[in-house]
Structures are given as C-alpha cells and as structure tokens.
C-alpha cells in the first residue's frame, strides 16, 4: 500500500472555548497539487500547523509521509518543505548567508536550482534580511523551501505579496516542479497550496478541498467540483410563487417570472424535475471556481 504524503484524520484544534477544526478528514495523494481554499479566519493556518507538527490537535491525526506529524523523523523533514504565511528569518544576515546557512542542513541542496530562482525573481543577494520588503522576504521563504527539492511541499498564502508577475512566475516554477518525474514515470513531488487566489489554484491545482465551518466541504477534481455547483436561469410563463424551491439550492433570487439558482447537486435529472413540475424554461450556466466559492459561502 502506497503511504499519502499527507493524511489527516478527524482533525480537531479548539483555542479555550473556540473550535477552529471540527474533525477534519483530508488526504494529499502522492505527485497531486491540492489547492486549500476558505475565508480568512477559517483556520487553514491551524489545520496547516497541526498536519506539520507545529501545533499539537486536540484530537485526531495527522501523517506526515509516513510519519506521526507531532513525533517527525529527521529524514522526512528533510524531505518536507514548508513556506509559511509570515516568513522569519535572520534580519542581521545577508540574503546570500540566510541561503548558505539553510543550504548546510540538506545534503541535497540544488544550489544550481536555487541560483536560477534568485536570478529570476531578482533577489539582492548582498542586501541583509531585515530591511527586505514583504514581497522579498516571501520569495526568500520560497527558495529556502525549493532549495532541497522537497518530496511534500507546502504553502500558506505563499503568493500574498507577490506582485501578478512575480506570482505567475511562482506558479510556473510549481508546475515545473510538479512535472518532474521519477524512473519509473511517477511524478515525484505533491504539493499542498493553502490561498484565497481562486485564480491562482485554477492555473495549478488538480484537487481542491475547501474549509468551511472548521470542517471540508468539498474535497475532489477541480473538475468535479464544476460539474457539480451550476447557476440556472428558470423563466415560467407567470410569476413564480413565493413557494418555489429547487433541492439543494445555495441561493435562490425571484424577479417576476424570473428565479436565477444556484445548486449544489447539478444533475440533468434536476433540470428535468424542475420542468416538469414548473413548466419553466432553464438555461443552465458554468462558474469559475471563484464564483463557486462565494456561492458556496453565502454569496
């Protein structure tokens, strides 16, 4: 049986009387980019920390590639990396020293590799870190993560002060990343990508899990995720009454004979049923996954 890099199990976090995560289940399979999405607040830095190890759950489990996430063995942190929402660093070290300091505790250090993204991204190797903008310091935080070519990436908010080039850019060495494969074909690296960039998870991600009420409400294809919430437009021949409903709506506005829905559980058995019982006309329409997203959190 193949180990998850990742694998949470009935995850839960509470702060005193405050319960962040409510038993999360989610699972990252190897050579996946799995785009984390939810509101600010929601605790997806939580769930981040207590799958690493940085803080310890109330209750459930997190693996680690392998791994028990609170007890990390030395060899798969070496193979896990990390880029956190606020990078920290050395503030009296040049940005040149930061690199070489970090380079000395991996054995695999791509110092070619990390070269070519300072280059890239412009990075002022003699500057000291402490003065560093915060869109400096992020893509300092970024190459320290690269650096060692890790097995299990991951990212919170990552891309946050990153201007649009700077961050395209990121994402394109991801997928460069990501496609790099083993000798037997496998792609060798798994990513999980904690934003509120719908655009940005679009562009990279496979999978999407999205946090919602300290549980995931969606976990799956980025695909399926589009087949399955769907805006209608229904027009009756009269005015709709006030006791029209569709099953499994997330919201429903009325204007006339005019009802626009949009539905959870897209089915064309739902189009029909609709029909039937209301003798309406539907046009059914796609939404991008940012539109997705505010439907599935109220609008």
């Known amino acids: 049986m ?19 995560l409510r038993g999360v289940d989610l699972q990252l399979p190897a050579g996946t980019v ?17 799958a690493l190890g940085l803080l310890r759950p109330t209750a459930g489990q997190a693996t680690v590639l392998g791994d028990d996430a609170w007890h990390l063995s030395a060899e798969s942190k070496a193979r896990l990396g990390y880029v956190p929402q606020e990078v920290v660093s050395y503030p009296w070290m040049r940005v040149r020293q930061v690199i070489a300091y970090t380079a000395a505790f991996y054995p695999t250090w791509n110092q070619p590799l990390v070269d070519a993204l300072c280059r890239r991204w412009q990075l002022p ?16 935080g970024i190459v320290l993560a690269l650096g ?11 891309v946050a ?69 769907k805006r209608l437009r229904i027009t009756a021949p009269a005015d709709l009454p006030a006791s029209f409903s569709v099953p499994d709506a997330l919201d429903v506005e009325i204007d006339g004979s005019v009802a626009t829905v949009s539905v959870n559980n897209f089915s064309d058995r739902l189009v029909g049923e609709l029909r039937e019982t209301w003798n309406v006309e539907i046009t059914v329409h796609d939404l991008n996954l940012e539109e997705i997203f505010v439907e599935m959190h109220g609008g």
Do not use: M, W, Y
Request: charged share 30%; hydrophobic share 35%.
């Open 34 to 50: 799995l785009g984390l999405l939810g509101r600010n607040g929601c605790g997806k830095t939580t769930l981040i920390k207590c």
């Open 148 to 158: 060692h070519e890790p097995e299990l990436l991951v990212l919170d908010e990552p």
């Open 161 to 229: 002060s990153l201007d649009p080039s700077a961050r395209r850019q990121f994402l394109r060495v991801l997928l460069d990343i990501l496609d790099e494969a083993d000798a037997a074909g496998n792609r060798r690296r798994s990513i999980l990508f904690s934003t509120h960039i719908t655009s940005d998870v679009e562009r990279v991600a496979s999978q999407v899990a999205i946090l919602q009420d300290g549980k995931i409400r969606f976990h799956g294809e980025l695909g399926e995720l589009k087949d399955r919430v």
């Open 125 to 140: 190797l003699e500057d000291r870190v402490g003065p560093l903008s915060v869109g400096q310091l992020q893509t300092l």
């Open 2 to 20: 193949t180990t998850l890099p990742l694998d949470i199990r009935q995850l839960e976090k509470t702060f005193g009387s405050k319960r962040v």
